[in-house]
């Protein structure tokens, strides 16, 4: 009965997965260059995750490939590390680290990370890639290009400029924008090309007619996509990359592989949620299967040249709304990548990098508009400071170290909160009340110091622990000694449902003082 629904569902998933095909090459080739890579290890990297990693994974939706969230981490580790193949070697180890995190079953941990730590990096990011977009999309020339360039470029105080490269940029720009507004949603034409298709569809279509009417004004080749040509499967193997195993005593090479498991993992754990709410049979995915998954891809990806690979949203929802049904639809989108490799090399070297950097610029603007910083601020100054503190760390220091100083803020008005709130007191006359709420840390002991200090002698005190669950030794101890003195201070005290402090209750304690009275 399951072969004759895969045999139903089947052309479900070539369509959709031919859909995801069209959305993911230029994400693929856009990344890729962003990073400071060949065009190839983009494509390779989205090849791995339709071959192997949806095969792997528990996940019925979700397609893996290069993320735009990474490309911050590509770009400081390659520089860092001084060498492509020094950071294969990272991408390699980070596949490893994550296969581990999915056999101590650490998937669940990602829940703890605090919402406003992950809103506040993906907003980083995205002020990242339009900041590093911006000069590509405009066209600014390397030497070489200027070189080569003519009548198209014009000078500025920040370089040489393409004009090409600008008059795609903008209109591509134009057309993200536009491909998801209701007015053009209504042809049919705009729901069935996705838009980053239709922009490289518009870059290719420019640069065939310049080269044809005005050589001057084309993008050089420096500002075009250059991916090999590759006519056999020995040159696509020779393509390939190898890791730099001598890296692997160098402690930079660790601290980066680290950092880019961590961060893999959160993308792919937080796709793997919202790839779950949009799946009409909402079908949930192990993150357990799903991090060993990703681990096998990401250390194939390292061993022979790849991009580090993450669960993809853009790519999975595009899977979902195109009405896939199994994990066959990202296989499919993987087979078609390996076969524009050999087949479509010339059309994919016509593709000019301005809209490809339009493509990411857009991305960007979507991870950090404007209404996101409005709805955190909404939230109050307990979801605002770690996501204004994560974006900060992240633009001024490193992804792993924005995420830590975030998590940190986190805890710290976590902790703050806790010394303030656990303990609260109210006062009708001579009578005080001081109420315990769930549990009450050690932390506590301070704010109830402040409170005792505060209560004059001759007052009724009445201690109410109804709702607490748990009270701290230390927070105990100061209200005996309070009780212990109020005899010689003229107090009545009384204690109400106080939690032992224990299994067996001891004697003169909590029991006995349940309603002690002094006087």
């Known amino acids: 009965m399951n072969s004759i629904n895969r045999l139903t569902h089947f052309p479900r998933d070539i369509f959709a997965g031919t859909v995801v095909f069209l959305v993911a090459m230029p994400l693929c080739l856009g990344i890729a260059n962003a990073s400071g890579v060949d065009a190839f290890a983009g494509l390779l990297s989205g090849i791995i995750g339709g071959l192997v990693v949806a095969l792997l994974s528990g996940s019925h939706l979700s397609v893996s490939g290069p993320a735009a969230g990474l490309i911050v981490i590509v770009v400081d580790g390659i520089a860092g590390l001084g060498s492509f193949s020094s950071f294969l070697l990272a991408v390699l180890l980070s596949g490893a680290i994550q296969f581990g995190f999915g056999m101590l079953k650490a998937g669940r941990f990602a829940a703890y990370v605090p919402s406003s730590v992950i809103k506040g990096m993906l907003a980083a990011i995205g002020l ?7 000069p590509l999309a405009a066209g600014f020339a390397n030497e070489g290009a200027k070189a080569a360039s003519g009548a ?22 134009a057309m993200l924008a536009a491909w998801e507004t209701r007015a053009m949603r209504r042809f049919a034409l705009v729901r069935a090309v996705p838009a980053p298709l239709a922009v490289v569809a518009f870059g290719i279509g420019v640069t065939l007619l310049l080269d044809a009417v005005a050589p001057g004004f084309s993008p050089p080749a420096q500002h075009r996509v250059a991916l090999p040509s590759m006519q056999t499967f020995a040159s696509f193997t020779h393509a390939l990359s190898l890791p730099d195993v001598s890296q692997l005593v160098n402690p930079d090479v660790w601290r980066l592989a680290l950092t880019l498991a961590i961060v893999a993992s959160l993308e792919t754990l937080l796709c793997l949620e919202a790839v779950e709410q949009i799946d009409p049979k909402k079908r949930a995915a192990q993150p357990d299967r799903e991090l060993k998954a990703q681990g096998i891809g990401n250390m194939m990806a390292g061993a022979i040249g790849a991009l580090p690979i993450t669960s993809v949203i853009v790519r999975s929802s595009a899977n979902v709304h195109a009405g896939a049904q199994s994990r066959w639809s990202s296989f499919i989108h993987g087979v078609l990548l390996l ?6 090399t010339s059309i994919i070297n016509l593709i000019p990098l301005a809209c490809l950097a339009a493509i990411l610029i857009f991305t960007g603007l979507k991870l950090a508009k404007p209404s996101l910083f409005a709805a955190v601020a909404k939230q109050g100054i307990e979801r605002f400071a770690p996501f204004i503190v994560t974006i900060a ?15 940190a803020c986190s805890l710290a008005l976590a902790v703050r909160a806790n010394l303030k709130r656990p303990i609260t007191i109210a006062q009708h006359d001579d009578h005080y009340l ?18 005792l200090h505060a209560i004059p002698d001759g007052a009724t005190v009445i201690f109410d622990a109804s709702r607490a669950d748990y009270i701290d030794p230390d927070v105990r101890e100061l209200i005996e000694k309070f009780m212990a003195d109020a005899p010689a201070r003229r107090m009545h005290v ?7 402090a224990g299994a067996q209750p001891v004697k003169n304690g909590w029991l006995g003082l349940m309603r002690q009275r002094g006087s």
Do not use: Y
Not at 128 to 134: C, G
Not at 396 to 403: A, F, V
Not at 494 to 500: D, G, N, T, V
């Open 128 to 134: 990242l890639l339009v900041i590093k977009q911006i």
């Open 152 to 173: 198209g470029m014009i000078d500025t105080p920040f370089g040489t400029m393409s004009i090409a490269a600008c008059f795609v940029a903008l209109v591509s720009l």
């Open 339 to 344: 076969a524009s490799v050999f087949a479509l």
């Open 393 to 407: 760390g992240v633009l001024l220091t490193d992804l792993l170290m924005g995420i830590l100083l975030g998590i």
């Open 434 to 451: 001081l109420s315990f709420r769930k549990d009450v840390s050690f932390l506590g002991k301070v704010s109830l110091r402040q409170h």
């Open 494 to 500: 009384e204690c109400r449902q106080m939690p032992r």
